[in-house]
T-cell receptor, first 114, second 113 residues
Framework: DADVTQTPRNRITKTGKRIMLECSQT?????MYWYRQDPGLGLRLIYY???????NKGEISDGYSVSRQAQAKFSLSLESAIPNQTALYFC?????????????FGAGTRLSVL | GQQLNQSPQSMFIQEGEDVSMNCTSS?????WLWYKQDPGEGPVLLIA?????ELTSNGRLTAQFGITRKDSFLNISASIPSDVGIYFC?????????????FGKGTLLTVNP
């Protein structure tokens, strides 16, 4: 089983709809992250969380919100989806006590907003 | 903000050839990471580098942490078809900002059998 699990893997939605992407991990890591990947732009950080009570905006947080329901769960919401939010979304986790605070990624959610 | 320049953007090679790619930064990093992303999957860590000048291997892959701490290189020897994918470098500052990963835009590798 994957250590970092994202659901759904694919989602098609319409402009204006609210959607939630979910991430769960079995690695026991305190830190969790949400990234967005667009062709030719690499990965950009949306939100990150150091623990259940510590949530922070990344470089592109506008139009997104997150919820850290438990150490193992971190969800990303699009309150009112728009077409330019069509992208690949990745969740990642890290252990601040590990060497280099390496981040481990889920398999991604491909989101299309029509 | 910090930017990483990763090159080349894409490579088309024959099976058995060696591959080199690199990343340069305008800022100093304390850690350099190299990830590979297969189609339809998330990035998977290949090699982590923690010290300037460090040279680390993982099978046919070798990566180096540049002496200036502003660059890193990844080499793949004797490429095989399963090496196909997107390779990303990522730099990480030290101290209280060590949660941040700045990613390069990736190198798309195609290997012709």
């Amino acid at each position: 089983d994957a250590d970092v699990t994202q659901t759904p893997r694919n989602r098609i939605t319409k402009t204006g709809k609210r959607i939630m992407l979910e991430c769960s991990q079995t690695k026991g890591h305190d830190r969790m992250y949400w990234y967005r990947q667009d062709p030719g732009l690499g990965l950009r950080l949306i939100y990150y969380s150091f623990d259940v009570k510590d949530i922070n905006k990344g470089e592109i947080s506008d139009g997104y919100s997150v919820s850290r329901q438990a150490q193992a769960k971190f969800s990303l919401s699009l309150e009112s989806a728009i077409p330019n939010q069509t992208a690949l979304y990745f969740c990642a986790t890290s252990d601040p006590g590990g060497p280099g605070n390496i981040q481990y990624f889920g398999a991604g959610t491909r989101l299309s907003v029509l | 903000g910090q930017q990483l320049n990763q090159s080349p953007q894409s490579m088309f090679i024959q099976e058995g050839e060696d591959v080199s790619m690199n990343c340069t930064s305008s800022s100093i990093f304390n850690t350099w990471l190299w990830y590979k992303q297969d189609p339809g999957e998330g990035p998977v860590l290949l090699i982590a580098l923690y010290k300037a000048g460090e040279l680390t291997s993982n099978g046919r892959l070798t990566a180096q942490f540049g002496i200036t701490r502003k660059d890193s290189f990844l080499n793949i020897s004797a490429s095989i078809p399963s090496d196909v994918g997107i390779y990303f470098c990522a730099g990480q500052p030290g101290g209280g900002s060590n949660y941040k990963l700045t990613f390069g835009k990736g190198t798309l590798l195609t290997v012709n059998p």
